[in-house]
Nanobody
């Protein structure tokens, strides 16, 4: 059974940082590409960062230069370091396996950027 458990969100002011974590179980994390998605109120879920099994990364233009995705294969955990946060980064953040997404998503972690 696949498990995706996101954590690390919170309420921060613009310009501050957060580090998200996604603990995984139930699949071969080490060979899986992984990604961070976010969904803001009233908007579709979007992919913001992805990392291959070989740690090659790619970012959406909106977060490029501010967010860094990484992985720890020994801990089967995915990370997202978010710096210089903006109000438009406010969303629920999820992890999953692009492009063959797992049907079951985690509960997500809320990130709110507000002064």
């Amino acid at each position: 059974q696949v498990q995706l458990v996101e954590s690390g969100g919170g309420l921060v002011q613009p310009g501050e940082s957060l580090r998200l974590s996604c603990a995984t179980a139930g699949f071969l994390f080490v060979i899986s590409p992984m990604g961070w998605y976010r969904q803001a109120p009233g908007k579709q879920r979007e992919l913001v960062a992805q990392i291959t099994s070989g740690s090659v990364t790619n970012y959406a233009d909106a977060v490029k230069g501010r967010f860094t995705i990484s992985r720890d294969n020994a801990k089967k955990t995915l990370y997202l370091q978010m710096n210089s946060l903006k109000p438009e980064d406010t969303a629920v953040y999820y992890c999953n396996r692009p492009p063959r997404l797992f049907d079951s998503w985690g509960q997500g972690t809320q990130v709110t950027v507000s002064s």
